[in-house]
């Protein structure tokens, strides 16, 4: 499944994906200490919201058979192709090479979640990263009970999706959507 990822298009072909496997328990624990802080902290930025938000499943780091992270790595102002006007196509690029993790794993029958609730500069220092470097992800993935059968946050009343229709306009941005 990592060679999906890492067959991912990429601006400039700069391959700015990193994966670190998590496979020592106690940093495992740390790194949902982490999570857990800011789990904390988004429901009390979220207020009236809050102890809906803490209902909510938002990570499965102590339960999941593999744990990823993925990270941009350091140096990447020297890559200037496609993003001179736009430099977060790394974190694009990095994405798509998440998307492929999960689509093989999807194929595969295994779930995945990412989890973005954490302090990338706490996270960067605990996995002793290089300056300039950046986490933009922790992936949890193994086999799961069950999938959802629509999105879980539209199944626990947090939203709702929006149609494609709404997303796609002609000959400019529309505004009546
Ligand atoms: C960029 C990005 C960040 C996400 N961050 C979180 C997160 O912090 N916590 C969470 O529960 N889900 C997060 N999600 C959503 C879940 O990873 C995922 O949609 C969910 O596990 C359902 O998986 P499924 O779409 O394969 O059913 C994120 C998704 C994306 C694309």
């Known amino acids: 499944m990592l060679q999906a990822a890492h067959q ?7 391959q700015p994906w990193r994966f670190i496997r998590i496979t020592d ?5 740390k790194i949902h200490q982490l999570v857990e802080q800011e789990r904390h902290l988004t429901a009390a930025a979220l207020q009236q919201r809050q102890d809906e938000f803490m209902r909510l499943k938002v990570e499965g780091i102590l339960e999941c058979a593999e744990l990823l992270i ?5 140096q990447r102002e020297q890559h200037i192709f496609g993003r001179r006007t736009l430099p977060e196509m790394d974190v694009a690029s990095a994405a798509c090479a ?6 093989a794993s999807r194929a595969e029958g295994l779930g995945m979640g ?4 954490f302090d990338p500069d706490a996270l960067a220092l605990l996995l002793a990263m290089p300056k300039g470097s950046r986490p ?3 992936i949890c993935l ?9 999105p879980m946050l539209e199944m626990e009343n947090w939203t709702t999706s929006r149609p494609l229709s709404d997303m796609v306009f002609e000959n400019g941005w529309s505004d009546d959507s």
């Open 114 to 117: 990412w989890v973005s609730l």
């Open 142 to 150: 193994g086999h799961v009970a069950e999938f959802y059968p629509r």
């Open 25 to 29: 328990h106690g940093l495992r624990r």
């Open 136 to 138: 933009i992800a922790i």
């Open 70 to 74: 993925v990270a941009l790595p350091d």
């Open 8 to 14: 991912a298009g990429s601006v400039g072909l700069m």
């Open 98 to 103: 998440i998307q492929n993790l999960w689509l």
